[in-house]
C-alpha cells in the first residue's frame, strides 16, 4: 500500500464546476505540498500546510492532520487548470517529500 | 526569482555510457533531491542530500550515484546507462519549514 494515496486518477469537468482532490496518508508529516505540473514536466508549489485551511485565488486546500487527510478544491474551474495535480507529504529532518500518483485533470468548455 | 535549474531538458544517451545531471539551486536550501517519474508510477525518489558531501539512498537508488561538492550543486550520476533507465529526471530543493522548489525535468531517453 502506498504511503500517499490520492483520488480520483482522473477527473474530467465543464468550465465553472467546483472540483475535489483528495490525498489521504499513512505516515506522521511535518507538512503537506499540493503541487501543479503541466505538460512538459515542471512542477510548481500551489500550497505547503501542516494545519487548517489556506486560500489562493480559486485553489483552497484544507488538511486534518488527525485523519490523515487534504483536499484541494477548486473553484468556478477553467480550462487553463487542465493539469495533473499532486500531493506530497513532507517527512524527516531533510523534508523528504514522498508523493502520491496524481490526479489527471482536464476541464473543458 | 528564486530558481532551481537543470542542465538539459532532453538527452539521448547510448546504452553504456556515464550520464551526468546537473542541479543548481540559487536559494541556500540545505536539502537537494533527484526524482524520476515514469507514468502509472508517479514520482520516486532515487537520492537525497541534507548538506554538502552528505547523501542518502532514496526508494530507488540502484544504478545511480550521487554528488554534492558545493550546498548549491547536486549531480546525478548513471554510471552505465540502461534502458530501462529511460525516464523523466526531476531536481528539488527545500529547507526546513519552506515549500519546496523543482527544476523543469529532463527527459533522458537511453537508445
Known amino acids: 500500500k502506498n504511503e500517499v494515496e490520492q483520488s480520483p486518477q482522473n477527473l474530467t469537468a465543464q468550465e465553472g464546476e467546483f472540483i475535489t482532490i483528495n490525498c489521504s496518508y499513512s505516515v506522521g508529516i511535518s507538512a503537506l505540498h499540493w503541487l501543479q505540473q503541466h505538460p512538459g514536466g515542471g512542477i510548481v508549489s500551489l500550497f505547503m500546510l501542516s494545519s487548517g485551511k489556506k486560500k489562493h485565488g480559486r485553489l483552497i486546500a484544507t488538511i486534518n492532520i488527525q485523519e490523515k487527510h487534504s483536499s484541494l478544491h477548486i473553484t468556478a474551474s477553467h480550462p487553463r487548470d487542465s493539469a495533473v495535480y499532486i500531493c506530497a507529504v513532507i517527512t524527516g529532518t531533510a523534508s523528504k517529500l514522498t508523493f502520491g500518483t496524481g490526479t489527471r485533470l482536464q476541464v473543458t468548455l | 526569482d528564486v530558481k532551481v535549474t537543470q542542465s538539459s531538458r532532453y538527452l539521448v544517451k547510448r546504452t553504456g555510457e556515464k550520464v551526468f545531471l546537473e542541479c543548481v539551486q540559487d536559494?541556500?536550501?540545505?536539502?537537494m533531491f533527484w526524482y524520476r517519474q515514469d507514468p502509472g508510477l508517479g514520482l520516486r525518489l532515487i537520492y537525497f542530500?541534507?548538506?554538502?558531501?552528505?547523501?542518502e539512498k532514496g526508494d530507488i537508488p540502484e544504478g545511480y550515484s550521487v554528488s554534492r561538492e558545493k550546498k548549491e550543486r547536486f549531480s546525478l550520476i548513471l554510471e552505465s546507462a540502461s534502458t530501462n533507465q529511460t525516464s523523466m529526471y526531476l531536481c528539488a530543493s527545500s529547507s526546513q519549514g519552506v515549500e519546496a522548489f523543482f527544476g523543469q525535468g529532463t527527459r533522458l531517453t537511453v537508445v
Open positions: 536559494m541556500d536550501h540545505e536539502n
Open positions: 542530500s541534507y548538506d554538502v558531501k552528505m547523501k
